[in-house]
């Protein structure tokens, strides 16, 4: 298998990595993650090396959090709970492996049956850059669990802790070539898609590159996982828990800079409490900090990179445009210290006065934007919130039990929130319905997705003689 993955993909090879695409950070720089044992983590932003040292775990777990907040941009508070939830992961998996098990099937006349979980070969993760480190976790752990190789290419914005990733792997004694990690954009993911030798293609970003991939794979009759955007509802109902459901809104709206695929952004509001979760809402939300991602106190970061800023403010902008009244936010900030003032942070954003026709009530933002919508009745708010051609994840504040559980039947999406929003546990499956994609990835079901089922049927008689 570690053979048959060096062919798919000549060059790669476990804890290195090339660095080609001229958009990223790190663009003609290279990462030489293992060069000494047991020193400090070392940047050398002049020369673009790397020097990521082992430790003992909790120090790792620090050391690969700082470098995913200067991968990705986010709150280190925000990359120490990723790093967890990524070895929760692997440790569950890890865990599943020696579970992993077929059926026995009793047939007449003393013959039998059984089947063997068997894996698929060599697949291919491509990941998107809001969620580095998670999500080369999330799909090399079930992965490896069923006996595959992955070929692992992460965001060309966000190239570092994939590798990092594949130095623990190593260091944990899985053979070389079993994780390789290949840096690139568009033309490397091409080629993985398109390799014969390829069985499987998880992928994770927008829904137009995933139907990209989900064409090439079909050419070669590959199975996908596809996890692609959203434009998730958040429903609050008058009878909630107001500060639990504004705590919602705000977990559903503002985690890494709003750029989470299952984000509650179109928050459906009864009309009858609107103003108190206004006031509220608009009010936490200004006393988010924003700044320096390093820093312990600070809860919002810097967006990925320039051109995604200025989309985002884009969507602001004509959403003032279309109607829409800003409460607070949906600016270019620069915090004061002079290191930060070229960052591409922004204000987190409330919109009110939102219609369901309105750029960005229909469009995934990817940002910090909230927009926030008024209804009346239950009915009504189910149907507003499924006409969307998106189906990732949903959300419902409610104290009514029998109403939290009829709408979380009845929204369209892959995960629905009863009063709580945005929290992904290893044990629970997660993915789309509709274009949000298919295939799941947590929780046991994800063995399916990486394994391939054989029956081997045993004649314990003798062969009917027919001819
Ligand atoms: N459902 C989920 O679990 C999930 C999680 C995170 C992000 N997302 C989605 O990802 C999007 C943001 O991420 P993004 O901007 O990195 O997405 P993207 O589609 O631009 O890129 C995703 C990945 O695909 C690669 N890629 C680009 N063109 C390709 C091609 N032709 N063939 C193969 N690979 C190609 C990119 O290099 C990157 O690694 C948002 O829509 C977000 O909702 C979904
Ligand atoms: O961005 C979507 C949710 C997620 C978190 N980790 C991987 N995907």
Redesign the pocket.
């Known amino acids: 298998m570690a053979q048959a993955i060096l062919d798919v993909m000549p060059g790669a090879s476990t804890g290195t990595v090339q660095v080609s695409d001229p958009l990223n950070f790190w663009a003609g720089k290279r990462v030489e993650p293992r060069q000494q044992k047991n020193a400090e983590p070392v940047f050398e932003p002049a020369t673009g090396d790397c020097f990521f040292l082992l430790g003992s775990r909790w120090e790792k777990r620090e050391k690969i959090a700082k470098l995913e907040v200067i991968n990705n941009g986010k709150s280190i508070t925000e990359a120490l709970v990723d790093i967890d939830i990524a070895w929760q992961c692997i440790e569950y998996y890890a865990g599943l492996a020696g579970a992993l098990a077929g059926q026995h099937v009793q047939l007449p006349g003393g013959a039998f049956a059984y089947t063997r979980r068997e894996p698929l070969g060599v697949c291919v993760g491509?990941?998107?850059?809001?969620?580095p480190f998670q999500?080369a976790a999330w799909k090399s752990a079930p992965a490896l669990a069923c006996g595959n190789a992955m070929v692992f290419?992460?965001?060309?914005f966000t190239p570092v802790t994939a590798v990092i990733l594949a130095e623990i792997y190593k260091e944990a004694g899985v053979p070389d070539g079993l994780f390789c990690v290949v840096q690139g954009?568009?033309e490397t993911?091409?080629i993985l898609?398109q390799h014969p030798k390829v069985a499987k293609v998880s992928?994770?970003?927008?829904?137009p590159?995933g139907k990209?991939?989900m064409e090439m794979s079909a050419k070669g009759v590959k199975q996908v996982t596809l996890?692609?955007?959203?434009k998730s509802p958040l429903i609050i109902f008058k009878d909630c828990d107001l500060e639990n459901a504004v705590r919602g809104a705000l977990m559903a709206n503002f985690l890494t800079q709003g750029q989470v695929?299952c984000n509650g952004t179109r928050v459906f509001v009864q009309k009858d409490i609107m103003p108190q979760f206004l006031e509220e809402v608009v009010k936490r939300t200004k006393a988010i900090l924003v700044g320096d991602p390093l820093l312990d106190s600070t809860r919002m970061g810097a967006l990925i990179n320039k051109p995604h800023l200025e989309k985002v403010l884009g969507f602001v902008s004509q959403a003032k445009l279309q109607g829409a009244r800003v409460l607070c936010g949906g600016e270019r900030f620069v915090p004061s210290d002079p290191k930060l003032v070229n960052g591409y942070f922004m204000s987190p954003c409330v919109l009110d006065n939102c219609r369901d026709d309105m750029t960005c009530v229909k469009e995934?933002i990817?940002g910090p934007v909230m927009s926030v919508l008024p209804f009346d009745t239950e009915e009504e708010v189910v149907q507003r919130a499924n006409n969307t051609t998106f189906g990732?994840a949903s959300g419902v504040f409610t104290r009514d039990i029998s109403r939290a559980h009829r709408v979380a039947e009845n929204l369209e999406a892959g995960t629905c929130f009863i009063n709580n929003y945005n929290i992904s546990p290893v044990e629970v499956p997660?993915g789309?319905y509709k274009m949000?994609?298919f295939g799941r990835?947590n929780g046991q079901v994800t063995i399916e997705y990486y394994s391939q089922l054989k029956t081997v049927v045993v004649e314990m008689g003798d062969v009917d003689n027919y001819f």
């Open positions: 491509i990941g998107a850059w809001n969620y999500i290419k992460p965001s060309p954009g568009a993911g091409t898609c992928f994770t970003g927008s829904v590159t990209k991939v996890e692609l955007g959203g695929c995934e990817f990732l997660f789309g949000s994609g990835e």
